[in-house]
């Protein structure tokens, strides 16, 4: 048996290749059997990420069997859902099933969990062919088991909010986390969100606002997500543009901002993220369509003095704070809740 430090991380389930951990491992070990310091969770819903189910989406042209199909062939061939194209997962929220005796989670069985750490590094098994789902909607009705290691983080789900709700916030929950960290070390008052009527996106706008952020502008794809914004309250401004297209981006913001987040669930949004930020500003980009040559080359070749911020998906008491943003913030729940429910 390997080295408790590295069981911690899971690197005895990763199959191939060998010396990697399990997020880079093209396959995983999912055998529902646990060893003694891992947590079997009985899976009851998956939640794949934005950027995944679009891809998917587009590739089998809104096909939902086809969209299944493709899914349950990722799990099967990979041991965990973890999208070869995007190379993101998601997460997922089910029961804990069994813990083993040196698991230092502190999960009791019983208990209605969400898992957060990634779907790209969770060992998984699916049972029931995914026969609930349509293969139209990011949320993923499932049967099976995942697996945590010692060093997995998993959250007990509230009993205040449906689970549908719980599982889309906690997915984006490091977006509001990591803006709140960079308004508040940075003391940055204007803000852009790209995508910011999105769930990570109307959910940053509200941290940034409760960090004390002071001039905040949303950037949308629609005029129908311009108006639902507008609604929302969350922005001071709203502005029309495609994220993807540099120059509008540019136009649309105007005067560059202290702090662009970048919230869209589409790839090359780099350069516009760029462009919006002003000199000595920070971008954090928690878009999983990003692309480190795109960004940094980007940044570059436009002589942008900017910090460029990989959004980690874990920021302590990020949970908490995106739970907390959506039960108190009426424009967050109006916007996210018709996602869920779609
Ligand atoms: P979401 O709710 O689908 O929001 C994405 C938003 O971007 C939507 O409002 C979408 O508009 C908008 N958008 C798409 N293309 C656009 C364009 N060209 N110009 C302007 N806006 C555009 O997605 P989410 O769940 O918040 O996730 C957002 C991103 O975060 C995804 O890339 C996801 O993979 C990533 N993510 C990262 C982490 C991490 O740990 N870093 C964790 C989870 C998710 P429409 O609805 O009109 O398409």
Same mark, same amino acid.
């Given at each position: 048996m390997r080295g408790a430090a590295e069981r911690a991380l899971g690197v005895h389930r990763v199959l191939e290749p060998a010396g990697v951990l399990p997020q880079a491992a093209q396959r995983l070990d999912a055998d529902p059997a646990i060893g003694p310091d891992e947590v079997r969770i009985a899976v009851e819903r998956l939640n794949l990420d934005a950027a995944s189910f679009r891809q998917l989406s587009e590739a089998h042209a809104g096909d939902g069997e086809a969209v299944r199909a493709a899914v349950l062939e990722i799990v099967r061939d990979r041991g965990k859902m973890q999208n070869p194209v995007t190379g993101s997962g998601g997460m997922l929220i #089910? +029961?804990? *099933?069994? !813990? #083993?005796e040196e698991s230092p989670l502190g999960l009791a069985a019983g208990q209605r969990v969400a898992t @957060? +750490?990634?779907l790209t590094l969770t060992p998984l098994r699916v049972t029931d062919g995914l026969a609930r789902w349509n293969g139209r909607s990011e949320q993923v009705p499932a049967s099976g088991t995942a697996i945590l290691f010692a060093r997995?983080? &998993?959250a007990v789900l509230p009993d205040d909010l449906p689970d549908a709700v719980s599982l889309a916030v906690l997915d984006v929950c490091g977006a509001p986390a990591a803006t709140a960290r960079v308004v508040e070390r940075t003391g940055a008052r204007s803000v852009v969100v790209l995508g910011a009527a999105g769930k990570s996106g109307c959910l940053s706008l509200a941290a940034a606002r409760a960090a004390g952020a002071t001039h905040l502008t949303g950037l949308v794809r629609t005029e129908a997500e311009a108006a639902a914004l507008r609604t929302s309250g969350l922005a001071d401004r709203v502005t029309v543009a495609d994220a993807t297209d540099p120059l509008a981006v540019a136009a649309a913001v105007g005067t560059p901002a202290d @702090?662009? !987040?970048v919230c869209v669930d589409v790839a090359g949004a780099e350069h516009g993220a760029v462009l919006a930020t002003a000199d000595g500003g920070t !971008?954090?980009?928690f878009s999983m369509a990003t692309t480190f040559p795109a960004a940094a @080359? #980007?940044?570059e070749g436009m &002589? =942008? *003095?900017v910090t460029m911020l990989v959004g980690n998906g874990y920021t302590p008491g990020h949970a908490e704070? =995106?739970?907390e943003l959506y039960r108190s913030t009426p424009g967050v729940r109006a916007l996210i809740d018709p996602r869920v429910a779609e």
């Open positions: #089910g +029961v804990v *099933d069994a !813990v #083993g @957060l +750490v990634s997995s983080i &998993a @702090l662009t !987040v !971008v954090v980009f @080359l #980007g940044a &002589a =942008a *003095d704070l =995106a739970l």
